[in-house]
């Protein structure tokens, strides 16, 4: 699923969301993201949150590769970019 607007979950999805935090919290998906890596792209400005997303994902057993601010000023697609890092 990929999350663009909360208006456009229903319900169930919703109370799916609560259950699966509710279940990260008690410690029972701690590999859930094991096996997945994640390419970060944060502005200079994002320390805090960068940090919340890579401490988040490697708790979760998943892997990051962190893309230098500087990067997003490049003329590459950035889906060619992030193709790279997923293969």
């Known amino acids: 699923?990929?999350?663009?607007?909360i208006g456009e979950l229903s319900p169930k999805q919703i109370d799916e969301i609560y259950a699966l935090t509710d279940a990260i919290k008690d410690g029972a998906e701690r590999d859930s993201l094991k096996g997945k890596t994640f390419a970060l792209f944060f502005p200079e400005?994002?320390?805090?949150?960068?940090?919340?997303?890579?401490?988040?994902?490697?708790?979760?057993?998943g892997e990051c590769i962190l893309f230098p601010p500087e990067m997003l000023d490049k003329r590459e697609r950035l889906d060619d970019?992030?193709?790279y890092a997923a293969n």
């Open 81 to 83: 970019v992030t193709g």
């Open 45 to 61: 400005s994002s320390l805090r949150t960068r940090i919340t997303f890579e401490k988040g994902i490697k708790e979760l057993g």
């Open 1 to 5: 699923m990929n999350l663009m607007d």
